[in-house]
């Protein structure tokens, strides 16, 4: 900055043309030169001062890099899609899945890249992180609208879009400026419907799998109990490892994910004791009683269904309000096991 002898400060042809040239460039190389980009917003508060002796009003300032950055987010998210290809695969006759997979990349180079703003560029906008943010909520309001039609032509029952709000929801929950913004909410309305209709259909899944499996069911042993008994509790496990890894970040909502599998996981082991509850009392029924009775490898996989289930009853432990789901549950497998004692006893003792 120089001065003229009236006192007025003016910037040399030489500094004007470096400072067009460089607020023309669509990005700086991230940390090269050292401290360019804060030398530059140093540089636009002297080229906007009319006077030596007169400040510029801040929000003039903020104007200017608000635009800036507001043109930036665009320039940024072209050059994102451009580089993953992102038009090319919008025709009728890319899949779904494909859809999908292609804004998982689209979301991978756009985490990629709000990561090394904030690594390279956030110190030089220590004074206007607000905008920084602003511009990272216009940067994801362009990659919405991607994602809407991706989402759009996903079948009503298709879940492939799961990974893709994982991968969304870990980086914004991350971020200070972006949890619970503008974007953060709208993906959290938009796929907490498809997560209760996943935990839906995943409960008709599961009862008609218990209902069908043990209809057929073989009773040799499985693991810790039969084949029925250890596909149901294998799904349950999955569903729970599913919406752990959800990461819920809605409190309310998160409670009632919870709520909701403990009481599930409650009934299906319901359902399984009581079918194998119901089988373990006509077999017996058809054993005649003897002295010298012999219990079948049937019935004693029968038991360890009972005793595996009560291990897992013991897991979902819980007592909030009227949620008694552990008590109740342990007591009426405790009265099985005691019942299938007193059955054995006396096919024995008779």
């Not at 859809?99 to 090394?116: P, Q, Y």
């Not at 607000?130 to 991607?146: G, Q, T």
């Not at 007592?319 to 497998?333: A, F, N």
Request: aromatic fraction near 10%.
């Amino acid at each position: 900055l120089i001065f003229r002898p009236d006192g007025v400060g003016t910037v040399t042809l030489e500094e004007k043309e470096k400072f067009q040239d460089v607020k023309e460039r669509y990005c700086f190389p991230f940390g090269r030169p050292e401290g360019a980009l804060k030398g530059t917003l140093s540089l636009l508060e002297r080229v906007l001062m009319k006077d030596v002796v007169s400040p510029v009003p801040p929000e003039e300032v903020r104007n200017v890099i608000r635009k800036c950055l507001q043109d930036a987010a665009l320039v940024n998210y072209t050059r994102i899609c451009n580089e993953a290809k992102l038009e090319q695969h919008m025709g009728m006759d890319v899949s779904p899945q494909q859809r999908i997979e292609d804004m998982m990349r689209v979301t991978e180079f756009c985490i990629d890249l709000l990561r090394e703003n904030e690594e390279h560029h956030g110190d030089a906008f220590t004074w206007f992180s607000d905008l920084l943010a602003d511009h990272s909520e216009i940067f994801w309001s362009l990659y919405s609208v991607d994602l809407d039609a991706a989402l759009n032509v996903q079948p009503p029952d298709s879940w492939d879009s799961f990974p893709l709000f994982q991968l969304l929801n870990d980086f914004l929950s991350n971020n200070s400026h972006l949890k619970n913004g503008i974007f953060h909410t709208k993906l959290i309305q938009q796929f907490s419907t498809k997560v209760v209709r996943y935990v839906d259909l995943m409960e008709q899944s599961i009862v008609q799998s218990i209902e069908r499996g043990f209809a057929r069911e073989r009773w040799e042993v499985h693991k810790d109990g039969c084949a029925t008994s250890e596909d149901t509790y294998w799904k349950l496990d999955a569903l729970q490892i599913f919406i752990h890894d959800l990461n819920w970040p809605e409190e309310e909502f998160s409670k009632y994910l919870q709520i909701r599998m403990k009481a599930l996981t409650s009934e299906m082991i319901n359902k399984c004791t009581n079918c194998t509850y119901q089988c373990f009392d006509s077999y017996m029924q058809r054993a005649r009683k003897s002295t010298d009775y012999i219990l079948p490898s049937e019935v004693c996989v029968m038991i360890n269904v009972i005793f595996s289930s009560k291990s897992r009853a013991a897991k979902i432990a819980i007592d909030s309000g009227e949620y008694k789901y552990h008590s109740k549950l342990d007591e009426t497998l405790d009265t099985m096991l005691k019942d299938m004692e007193t059955c054995i006893e006396d096919k024995v003792q008779s």
